[in-house]
């Protein structure tokens, strides 16, 4: 029944999310919509999973809650930051830099939401991630410590998405 179970929903969240998202984006909750997005849920996944050979195994949703929470956080916060950067700092006195973080993740998917973390938070772009996956290149629209950034990344970021993958 499992190997059904598994063969029709390789995953079951994301046919969860898939559904509720199709739902939400209509703007009238009807059974019709509902049933389509369930479909799509299923077939969304289903299609999709040879490219997902392996799933996360210790995926903590109620830190993935508390880590969304920080990084929208973050966000707000930076986007005030650029905001008077751009406002009071001229072009000459920006002190842009690339910065290489080390990484200590592994799974594919941690780093796939540090890079997205870091391009959706104002004033740093992922820019490019090594071969071994073991570096991640970021770019800082200004600041003047480029080691304080790194360790930043590391400590506010990347030690809470270990967390939710262990």
């Not at 973080?101 to 796939?112: G, N």
């Not at 973390?117 to 200004?142: N, Y």
């Not at 410590?145 to 993958?165: A, H, N, Q, S, W």
């Given at each position: 029944?499992?190997?059904?179970?598994?063969?029709l929903?390789?995953?079951?969240?994301?046919?969860?999310?898939?559904?509720i998202?199709?739902?939400?984006?209509?703007?009238?909750?009807?059974?019709?919509?509902?049933?389509?997005?369930?479909i799509?849920?299923?077939?969304?996944?289903?299609?999709?999973?040879?490219?997902?050979?392996?799933t996360?195994?210790?995926?903590?949703?109620?830190k993935?809650?508390?880590?969304?929470l920080?990084?929208?956080?973050?966000i707000i916060?930076?986007n005030?930051?650029?905001?008077?950067?751009?406002?009071?700092?001229?072009?000459?006195?920006l002190?842009?830099?690339?910065?290489?973080?080390?990484?200590?993740?592994?799974?594919?998917?941690?780093?796939?939401?540090?890079?997205?973390?870091?391009?959706?938070?104002?004033?740093?772009?992922?820019?490019?991630?090594?071969?071994?996956?073991?570096?991640?290149?970021?770019h800082?629209?200004?600041?003047?410590d480029?080691?304080?950034?790194?360790?930043?990344?590391?400590?506010?970021?990347?030690?809470?998405?270990?967390?939710?993958?262990?």
């Amino acid at each position: 029944m499992t190997r059904a179970f598994n063969w029709l929903l390789p995953h079951p969240f994301l046919t969860l999310l898939l559904a509720i998202v199709w739902t939400l984006l209509q703007n009238e909750v009807s059974a019709g919509m509902v049933v389509f997005g369930i479909i799509l849920g299923i077939i969304i996944p289903w299609s999709t999973s040879v490219w997902w050979p392996d799933t996360p195994k210790g995926f903590r949703l109620g830190k993935m809650f508390s880590y969304s929470l920080i990084v929208i956080w973050d966000i707000i916060v930076a986007n005030i930051e650029v905001a008077w950067i751009v406002l009071t700092v001229p072009n000459a006195k920006l002190k842009p830099a690339w910065i290489v973080v080390p990484l200590e993740l592994r799974e594919p998917e941690a780093i796939t939401i540090l890079a997205g973390t870091i391009t959706l938070t104002p004033g740093t772009v992922s820019s490019d991630l090594s071969d071994e996956g073991h570096s991640l290149l970021v770019h800082v629209l200004h600041t003047d410590d480029p080691d304080g950034v790194r360790d930043e990344i590391k400590t506010r970021y990347e030690r809470r998405l270990k967390e939710i993958f262990s």
